[in-house]
């Protein structure tokens, strides 16, 4: 009898170790939910800044992983700004001063519209296999949600951020917590996800807030109104003469 029990123990903890995916296998099934042919999203990021919060509503339409344009549409002040990345290059238009600019060299490492993103955020590859080796931690339950904890150490060089770690979702493969990391070990940024929408197979962020943890002030909450996966979106869309429209 005690013999039957100690190989029934053996038997579970094996099969509990081989339902364990490996990092990578869980990276590409994050960004299999995440990315898609194409996507129009709808939203609002409001800063909650030292001295109050703003509201900024905003558009975007995105085709893969390299090509992006968003265009903020209140408030007033902010209304007509236009923002288009085409793979590593970035550009902005202010209607303000009627100007197209590039970001790129120290720029990108400046705040967008005040909040706790950076254009370095907005160029990174969103799909997190092509740039990250990762390791299976442990695991950790997230809101009620049992996680897998992974570490996450870059490939390459040229990341603005060099480790990160991540609580992905094991149902949903969806990452609810993150931390971000420069190549010394300070972590510099915090990303949660406060809930989920679901459309029609898949999982994505309804409404997130980074925390770039060298600003004061409560953070930076994503919003999303409205999104559409695998969308016909015009070519055009995604050209420098687009800024200026």
């Not at 100690?6 to 099969?15: E, S």
């Not at 990315?35 to 129009?40: D, P, Q």
């Not at 002040?77 to 236009?82: A, I, M, P, S, V």
């Not at 254009?119 to 009620?144: F, K, M, R, T, W």
Request: aromatic residues 8%; charged residues 30%.
């Amino acid at each position: 009898m005690k013999m039957s029990m100690v190989i029934l123990i053996l038997c579970t903890a094996t099969l509990v170790y081989v339902q364990v995916p490996s990092g990578s296998e869980i990276l590409k099934k994050i960004d299999q939910n995440i990315t898609s042919e194409s996507k129009i999203i709808s939203s609002k990021m409001t800063i909650h800044g030292r001295r109050g919060s703003r509201t900024i509503e905003s558009k975007s339409w995105i085709q893969g992983t390299d090509k992006a344009f968003t265009e903020y549409l209140a408030p007033a002040r902010e209304k007509g700004t236009k923002m288009l990345k085409l793979q590593d290059q970035l550009w902005t238009y202010s209607p303000q001063t009627d100007r197209t600019i590039r970001i790129s060299g120290h720029m990108l490492r400046q705040s967008v519209m005040g909040s706790d993103l950076s254009y370095e955020d907005y160029l990174e590859d969103p799909q997190l296999h092509n740039v990250y080796e990762a390791q299976v931690e442990g695991s950790e339950p997230i809101n009620g949600y049992d996680c897998w904890i992974l570490q996450l150490t870059s490939k390459k060089d040229d990341v603005a951020y060099d480790t990160r770690k991540i609580w992905v979702d094991r149902q949903r493969y969806v990452v609810l917590k993150e931390n971000r990391y420069a190549k010394g070990g300070k972590l510099l940024k915090t990303i949660e996800v406060k809930s989920l929408l679901k459309i029609k197979t898949r999982w994505y962020p309804e409404r997130v807030v980074f925390k770039d943890v060298l600003k004061s002030g409560a953070g930076t909450e994503f919003t999303v109104d409205k999104i559409e996966f695998d969308v016909p979106i015009d070519p055009y869309i995604f050209s420098k003469a687009a800024l200026r429209k």
